[in-house]
């Protein structure tokens, strides 16, 4: 079996997976600012009351209910792989300090990822371990996507996140569509956000960049800035201060969306602004893929807020896209069945990671 390690900016994620059985007899979720659910199969969810101080002690939580695991390897989400990794990587010291390296580019993830692969070293010593980068599926972008209208000597360019995801949602969409590459706009949202648009199965540009702070509104990212407000209000403000968390005081989609339903300005323009940014992306990644076999929908909001899926894909009618109201407000599976499919895909990361883990280290 694989343990699977997938710690976000707000929470640590964590399954044991067994690939064989498609089965998944240990999963929990501890969120810094809320509580740790551990479920074990067959037994009552347990519950630790948070929230927790960092990303260390939600790991130390969780450790200390996996003490009697014996994992045959963990595998963990890594989000900044830089253009060293192309694809998963067994963990040694090099990767560790590459890893550490690429942190501040990825400033909320990378340093809680590389405190989770050494949490999970002390506990399991001898247990492989491997590193799954997001950054990795979207190496098969083009230079045109890929490169900055910026001086050569800067040495930058756009790598795109949320790859595990995107590599999930590819190969279910793949299955559902019963076309083995298919041409897909994803829009992964959730307290990160992001658009990816895949031709043939494979990333042709995305609109995270070389950091997870560039393209959509976020929780807490602003998303695309002009660069005057960059420089004028730093770095720190944008990733930590900014998205819903500046437009409300809530970084919460969930509480944005009650306070919205409520009447409250704020929550309402919010709203409308992330559905805008979300909107003109699915109009340039169009026009850039010329022909699009299904919009997948995956991530937190995605998969449940119907409110975002409407103001984001009603009236593109002229794209081919016809959303039902009726099967969008019931989380259906499929919302459109026009010409261009419009596909809830929840978000498997773990099984993608467990699946890229137990291949590397032989375990598949």
Not at 24 to 44: F, N, W
Not at 55 to 65: C, D, I, P, Q, S
Not at 68 to 88: D, Q
Not at 299 to 322: N, P, W
Request: hydrophobic content about 40%; proline content about 6%; glycine content about 10%.
């Amino acid at each position: 079996m694989i343990l699977v390690f997938n710690a976000g900016s707000s929470s640590v994620k964590y399954e044991l997976v067994d690939l064989k059985a498609d089965t998944r007899p240990i999963r929990g979720l501890a969120e810094l600012d809320g509580s740790l659910t551990h479920r074990v199969e067959g037994r009552p969810p347990y519950t630790r009351e948070g929230p927790f101080a960092d990303h260390a002690a939600a790991f130390g939580a969780a450790l200390e209910l996996l003490k009697e695991v014996r994992p045959a390897a963990i595998g963990h989400r890594v989000v900044h792989g830089g253009t060293r990794f192309h694809g998963p990587v067994p963990v040694d010291d090099a990767v560790m300090a590459a890893i550490d390296e690429l942190a501040p580019l990825a400033p909320l993830h990378n340093p809680v990822n590389l405190a989770g692969i050494r949490a999970a070293a002390t506990a399991f010593p001898g247990v492989p371990q491997v590193a799954v980068f997001d950054t990795a599926f979207h190496q098969s972008m083009p230079p045109e996507a890929y490169t900055y209208a910026v001086p050569r000597e800067a040495g930058v360019r756009r790598f795109g996140f949320h790859g595990t995801s995107c590599s999930y949602a590819t190969r279910r969409a793949a299955e559902i569509l019963g076309r083995p590459e298919p041409d897909l706009i994803v829009l992964h949202l959730g307290n990160g956000a992001s658009a990816t648009a895949i031709r043939a199965g494979r990333s042709i540009d995305t609109s995270m960049g070389a950091t997870p702070a560039e393209g959509l509104v976020m929780g807490t990212r602003s998303g695309d800035v002009d660069p005057y407000l960059a420089a004028e209000l730093g770095a720190d403000a944008l990733t930590r201060r900014s998205g819903l968390l500046g437009l409300t005081g809530s970084a919460d989609m969930r509480e944005v969306r009650r306070r919205a339903e409520l009447g409250d300005p704020d929550a309402l323009l919010a709203r409308q602004v992330y559905c805008h940014r979300i909107r003109k992306y699915v109009g340039a990644y169009y026009a850039l893929l010329g022909h699009v076999d299904a919009i997948v929908l995956t991530g937190g909001v995605g998969e449940h807020d119907a409110g975002i899926r409407a103001g984001s894909l009603t009236g593109l009618e002229r794209l081919g896209i016809h959303l039902d109201p009726r099967h969008n407000a019931a989380h259906r599976e499929t919302i459109s069945d026009s010409e261009v499919r419009v596909l809830i895909i929840p978000a498997d990361e773990e099984w993608e990671i467990a699946h890229q883990t137990a291949t590397l280290t032989g375990q598949a």
